[in-house]
């Protein structure tokens, strides 16, 4: 025991020097920070004053009502621009227009492009929105500015044009616009989940948790797997098994390496959990330094901990131990590169179920998941984070993964044992096979 | 050698091994193999690539388990204090090369058992001993290869084992470090320490051991206390040094009626003579032949000697090639 206490001592102690990890450990919650920043600035700098000119030819005066669509002081054109099917995307700011209106009348149309187009230049305006005469008729309308590849801003420029010509022909038809606004009028539509327990807070942060609970499983499984691979390929390419082997077992070489290696691994999510800890607490205020707010977080019960603590640790054992199988197997780096890709497969396999979990953490596929040992790492903990997990189901999950890596982990050590000091060609199936039957 | 302990004593055998077998696939490692090393000795386990010697002493190390046949370390099966007793310098030399190396030789300490308060001095002072004291805090991957050998070496007898086991130690080593590990190795064996020294160089082994082992093709050829081995093999010898070594010579000496076999090293020959034969006689023939002698000295015959009376004549010219590639 206490040899194999040596070994988890030199994999942690040797992991957590590497530059790897620090950087690891430090860019995480940067990468947070630097996430939740990101977002306040986007909402606050993302949108602008822009200037745009509307050139309207019509005779019914169809540009003045796209400017009263666009332009904020006059409150009245909100509820139209949401009627005509612009996004209520209320916790976006959005950028404010204003509008200088030129109807065209007689004047002559390039001269006036000539000179708008040098205010254009001048950065005077954003834009020349042009109103031709039968638009009303199905005629085009032409947007020329600056801005022309900002999605939102056309979006609203092409709603509000939409909604005025909308209304212009319903005029047309002797059809109140104002009735048809009113008729039009958006629904409030809001979504709590519910599934057992109260749940509060927004639904996205929900997801947004639930999300990064499974991602977290992978990237560490991921990397701490691979690490493990690239340790046991080391060990064997370098010659260094043979002294570590006279002196302690295979088994006990294998588990120390995987815990040690796992233990820095545990280290490294614990950290960014404690700094995103934190920054949830003291996240209004850093959100607030920036001049934003922070969604409301999600309540979850105490007992995802639990869950996501074992199905982390399980799911690394797990791959782990096939990572080292792996490493034992291949004679080079190349070798163990074709070796892994089915092992990443399985956790692709995993991933891809992260989407249906989240559309419906009881259905089929989420319940299959968690039943299957290799993905039941990953979908657990979303499950468990979303709703409410039948106890049998949870209890059944536990079993199956722990038996599954118990296994893995014994076959392993029978790979390892022999495949550690074989060298040359890389065995056939057939002679791992012999390997595990005679180990 | 005068302050040598007696070997044999009355302390059981470190090494007992009874009917070892060892099949790779279809390849016989091992088949067979009876083998004892007695407390104290310096025993050779000799013989060409492919004999055994490494399979033998992984199984010793449970690293391999043997197809069948018994080991008994200290006079019990292998136990991992049976294994704690020992230190092993294996042949593939390989350590982290981006340890530390007093981290590393921590490490390998408390994988026998010592922990690091009772290591850190012995570190230190084998470091000190071997002109190493300044790279202590130096990564493995920035010391010489010589120098890495060293710290394997260290490595192997930092927690003071009983049984030191080198695989093939000084190869590799310029001729400085060979005198340097010799000497120590010299030290051990004063300490009392069985040595049991894996080694295809026959020459060496002879000079440095009191036992031997010489295995070839996964079987034993014969073993025991080098001066019984030779006592036992009978047969007389004679070295003799030609003045001139020329073909004609040879061919010459090799006619001789006496003469059952020549073994040459340059102009210095060893001639197996034939049951019945005496050096008196080989001496008048050699003369009336014509031959001028440097020397001329009846001789116990050396292990090679043995060993190419035994497994015969192309065997023994394989391993000899061989030897002469690792000395390029």
């Known amino acids: 025991m206490s040899r194999t206490w040596a070994v988890v001592k030199r994999e942690f102690t040797e992991m957590i020097r590497t530059k790897a990890f620090v950087i690891g450990t430090v860019l995480g919650p940067a990468f947070m920070v630097g996430l939740i920043a990101l977002q306040v600035l986007m909402a606050k700098t993302g949108a602008g004053e822009r200037t745009i000119a509307i050139v309207d030819a019509t005779e019914a005066g169809l540009g003045s009502r796209v400017s009263a669509l666009l332009a904020p002081a006059r409150a009245s054109g909100e509820g139209e621009a949401g009627a005509a099917g612009s996004r209520g995307d209320g916790d976006v700011a959005r950028s404010r227009f204003e509008v200088e209106l030129h109807p065209l009348g007689d004047r002559d149309r390039e001269a006036l492009r000539a000179e708008l187009l040098a205010r254009v230049e001048a950065k005077e305006l954003d834009g020349i929105l042009w109103i031709p005469s039968g638009v009303a008729a199905g005629e085009g309308v032409l947007y020329e500015g600056r801005n022309a590849t900002n999605i939102a801003e056309l979006e609203r420029v092409r709603g509000a044009v939409q909604v005025a010509v909308q209304g212009a022909r319903l005029s047309a038809a002797g059809i109140d616009p104002a009735r048809v606004g009113e008729a039009l009028r958006p629904i409030a539509f809001d979504a709590r989940k519910v599934g057992g327990r109260a749940a509060s807070g927004t639904p996205m942060a929900l997801v947004m948790l639930t999300y990064m609970l499974g991602l977290v499983v992978y990237m560490v499984v991921i990397l701490y797997g691979q690490a493990v691979l690239r340790g046991v390929l080391e060990e064997k390419r370098d010659r260094i098994v043979e002294v570590v082997a006279s002196s302690i077992r295979a088994d006990q070489l294998l588990v120390g390496k995987v815990v040690g290696i796992g233990a820095a691994g545990l280290l490294q999510v614990s950290i960014w959990i404690a700094f995103a800890a934190f920054a949830l607490t003291r996240g209004e205020l850093i959100a607030a330094r920036f001049g934003g707010t922070l969604p409301e977080l999600p309540a979850v019960p105490a007992s995802l901990g639990g869950v996501f603590l074992f199905f982390f640790l399980a799911g690394f054992f797990l791959y782990a131990s096939i990572f080292s199988a792996m490493g034992a197997i291949a004679t080079s780096d190349q070798e163990a590169q074709q070796l892994q890709f089915p092992v990443i497969m399985l956790l692709v396999v995993a991933i891809s179920m992260m989407m249906p979990v989240l559309n419906d953490p009881s259905g089929t596929i989420a319940v299959v998941g968690s039943i299957i040992p290799f993905t039941a790492p990953i979908v657990m903990p979303m499950r468990a984070a979303i709703t409410e997990i039948p106890l049998v189901e949870l209890a059944g999950s536990v079993v199956i993964v722990t038996l599954t890596a118990l296994g893995v982990l014994w076959v392993s050590a029978k790979i390892y044992r022999i495949g550690i000091l074989a060298t040359g060609k890389r065995p056939s199936a057939a002679e791992v096979w012999r390997w595990i039957r005679t180990a | ?328």
Request: charged fraction near 30%; hydrophobic fraction near 40%.
């Open chain 2, 1 to 328: 050698m005068t302050s040598m302990r007696t070997p044999s004593g009355s302390a059981e055998p470190v090494i007992e091994l009874r009917g070892l077998r060892k099949r790779f696939g279809a390849v016989t490692a091992l088949s067979g193999l009876d083998l004892t090393v007695p407390r104290g000795a310096t025993y050779g386990l000799l013989g060409p690539n492919g004999a055994g010697k490494t399979t033998t002493i992984r199984m010793l190390l449970r690293i391999f388990e043997p197809d069948a046949g018994e080991i008994r370390l200290f006079g019990s099966p292998i136990t991992q204090a049976a294994l704690d007793r020992i230190g092993y310098l294996p042949e593939e030399r390989g350590l982290y090369r981006r340890m530390r190396v007093a981290r590393l030789l921590t490490f390998l300490a408390e994988l026998k058992g010592v922990p690091p308060r009772e290591s850190a001095p012995r570190i230190r002072a084998w470091l000190e001993r071997l002109g190493l004291a300044d790279r202590a805090e130096a990564r493995l991957q920035e010391l010489s290869k010589g120098n890495q050998q060293k710290i394997q070496f260290i490595g192997a007898v930092l927690h003071e084992p009983e049984l030191v086991i080198l695989d093939e130690p000084f190869s590799g080593l310029d001729v400085i470090n060979q005198q340097v590990l010799k000497e120590i190795v010299l030290d051990l064996k004063r300490q009392g320490r069985t040595i049991l020294f894996c080694t295809h160089m026959i020459e060496q082994a002879e000079k440095t051991c009191d036992h031997v082992c010489i295995l070839a093709r996964g079987e034993k050829v014969v073993d025991g206390r080098i001066s019984e081995v030779r006592r036992r093999h009978g047969g007389t010898y004679v070295a003799l040094r030609l003045d001139r070594w020329t073909p004609e010579a040879s061919a010459r000496l090799k006619a001789l009626p006496m003469v059952a076999g020549l073994r040459e090293e340059g102009s210095d020959v060893e001639v197996s003579l034939r049951p019945g034969s005496d050096a008196q006689e080989l001496l008048r023939a050699v003369v009336a032949a014509g031959l001028h002698l440097k020397r001329f000295e009846e001789v116990e015959p050396s292990l090679e000697q043995i060993f190419l009376d035994r497994v015969g004549e192309e065997a023994a010219a394989s391993w000899r090639q061989e030897r002469e590639v690792a000395h390029v």
